[in-house]
């Protein structure tokens, strides 16, 4: 089973920082089936990023992902107030299906 | 517009079960594979089961197997999840999703239901 480490833990940044994410997968993530969502308090997670690099449907250009095999970034290239949130990756895609989540980075304002 | 609803939640002794339902509208429930999520106070996301659009199979979190079960009820664009043998640490925010696949690049999310597991 595929187990997903992020880092940092926090990262303290202020508005128009760039906020680089890293996740880690203890094998190969298949097909670099690799998704990012981002949660803020007292809200459902809402996708950001999926299969690495893919935008979902309204997500502003600011963010993006890359990587491949077990190593996974995504990057936020100008923080807006509206980004300081916990962002958790997810593999998905494996065989039999297993969704594992990432323990989240949280991004708050320094 | 795309609605997940769960609803259920609540208060339960240790031992205890619980029946979590999720209604869904604004799309085509029977053609997705639907998941539950939770998220214990102050914690992360965890997955925990997932269903097939057509209910074939079935598959879950080694934490939850054996004592929760995943159904739905495509009539009545409904998911379920019962919960057997609760434990303290089984109280979370429980959300029902349909999480982005890899033939659907998209993601909904209820607004999750809370269960609380004391005495």
């Known amino acids: 089973e595929v187990v997903l480490t992020q880092s940092p833990d926090t990262l303290s940044l202020s508005p128009g920082e760039r906020a680089t994410l890293s996740c880690r997968a203890s094998q190969s993530v298949s097909s670099n089936y690799l998704a990012w969502y981002q949660q803020k308090p007292g809200q459902a997670p809402r996708l950001l990023i999926y299969?690495?690099?893919s935008r979902a449907t309204g997500i502003p250009d600011r963010f993006s992902g890359s990587g491949s095999g077990t190593d996974f970034t995504l990057t936020i290239s100008r923080l807006e107030p509206e980004d300081f949130a916990v962002y958790y990756c997810q593999q998905y895609g494996s065989s039999p299906p297993v969704f594992t989540f990432g323990p989240g980075t949280k991004v708050d304002i320094k | 517009q795309v609605q997940l609803v769960e609803s259920g939640g609540g208060v339960v002794q240790p031992g205890g079960s619980l029946r979590l339902s999720c209604a869904a509208s604004?799309?085509?429930?029977?053609?997705?594979?639907m998941h539950w999520v939770r998220q214990a106070p102050g914690k992360g996301l965890e997955w925990l089961a997932l269903i097939r659009s057509d209910g074939s199979n079935k598959y879950y979190a080694d934490s939850v197997k054996g004592r929760f079960t995943i159904s739905r009820d495509n009539s009545e664009n409904t998911l379920y999840l019962q919960m057997n043998s609760l434990r303290a640490e089984d109280t979370a925010v429980f959300y029902c999703?349909?999480?982005?696949?890899?033939?659907?690049?998209?993601?909904?999310w209820g607004q999750g239901t809370l269960v609380t597991v004391s005495s």
């Open positions: 604004g799309f085509t429930f029977s053609s997705y594979t």
């Open positions: 999703a349909k999480l982005v696949g890899v033939t659907t690049p998209f993601s909904y």
């Open positions: 299969r690495t690099s």
